[in-house]
C-alpha cells in the first residue's frame, strides 16, 4: 500500500530561521511527488510536481528536493507570511487512473 | 480566471438529512475529485470521476453519492447513511495525470 510520512508534524521558527520540512514515500513506482500549501480553512494550493530523483524545483523561499525514498521542502530565510501546512502526496505511475496519496502535513509557523 | 468553484461555504445539517455540496470547474480539466478532510487525517478520496457520465468509489464512499452529468460540475451529496460527515469538503480537477487543482472547500457540520 502507498504511504507518506511527514515530518515533523508541526514546526515553529523564527522569522530568518531556515529549515526543512520531510516526505517520506513507500509507492509502487513513482509518477510524480507533489508539494501543497494550506491555509485554514482553504483548499491547498499546489506549489511543486517533482518527477525523478535527483530532480529540484524552487519558488521564492522555497525549494523542494526529491531522491528515491523521500522529498524535503527547504524554507530559506522565511517570512511570517509562510505560514501554513504543508501537505506532500505521491502519485503511482502505473497506466490508468492513479489517485493522489496524502500525508497529514506539517503545520509551519513562522513568528515575527 | 480559470478555477474551482465551491459552494456553500459552511453547510450545517440536521440529523437524518441529505445535503448536496456543489462544485464547478471551468477549467476544461477531464477529471474531477473529492475529498474529505478532518484534523490530524490526510486527505482521504470519497469520489472520483474520470469522464462524463461515470464515476468510481474512492476510499471513503460509503455514505455519499455524486453524479457526473455535465463536464464542469461534479455534486457530492452527503446522505443521512454517513454516520460521522462533520469534516472540511474538497473538491479537486486534474487534466488526465497531472496535479490537482483544488477549490477553496466547504465546511460541513451536523446540528
Known amino acids: 500500500e502507498d504511504q507518506v510520512t511527514q515530518s515533523p508534524e508541526a514546526l515553529r521558527l523564527q522569522e530568518g530561521e531556515s529549515s526543512s520540512l520531510n516526505c517520506s514515500y513507500t509507492?509502487?513506482?513513482?509518477?510524480?511527488l507533489f508539494w501543497y500549501r494550506q491555509d485554514p480553512g482553504k483548499g491547498p494550493e499546489f506549489l511543486f510536481t517533482?518527477?525523478?530523483a535527483g530532480e529540484e524545483k524552487e519558488k521564492e523561499r522555497l525549494k523542494a528536493t526529491l531522491t528515491k525514498k523521500e522529498s524535503f521542502l527547504h524554507i530559506t530565510a522565511p517570512k511570517p507570511e509562510d505560514s501554513a501546512t504543508y501537505l506532500c502526496?505521491?502519485?503511482?505511475?502505473?497506466?490508468?487512473?492513479?489517485?493522489?496519496?496524502f500525508g497529514t502535513g506539517t503545520r509551519l509557523l513562522v513568528s515575527p | 480566471d480559470g478555477g474551482i468553484t465551491q459552494s456553500p461555504k459552511y453547510l450545517f445539517r440536521k440529523e437524518g438529512q441529505n445535503v448536496t455540496l456543489s462544485c464547478e470547474q471551468n477549467?476544461?480539466?477531464?477529471?474531477m475529485y473529492w475529498y474529505r478532510q478532518d484534523p490530524g487525517q490526510g486527505l482521504r478520496l470519497i469520489y472520483y470521476?474520470?469522464?462524463?457520465?461515470d464515476f468510481q468509489k474512492g476510499d471513503i464512499a460509503e455514505g455519499y453519492s455524486v453524479s457526473r452529468e455535465k463536464k464542469e460540475s461534479f455534486p457530492l451529496t452527503v446522505t443521512s447513511a454517513q454516520k460521522n460527515p462533520t469534516a472540511f469538503y474538497l473538491c479537486?480537477?486534474?487534466?488526465w495525470g497531472g496535479g490537482y487543482t483544488f477549490g477553496s472547500g466547504t465546511r460541513l457540520t451536523v446540528v
Open positions: 502526496a505521491v502519485q503511482r505511475g502505473n497506466t490508468g487512473f492513479q489517485k493522489l496519496v
Open positions: 517533482l518527477y525523478s
Open positions: 479537486a480537477s486534474s487534466d
Open positions: 509507492v509502487s513506482g513513482l509518477r510524480g
Open positions: 477549467l476544461n480539466h477531464d477529471a
Open positions: 470521476s474520470q469522464i462524463v457520465n
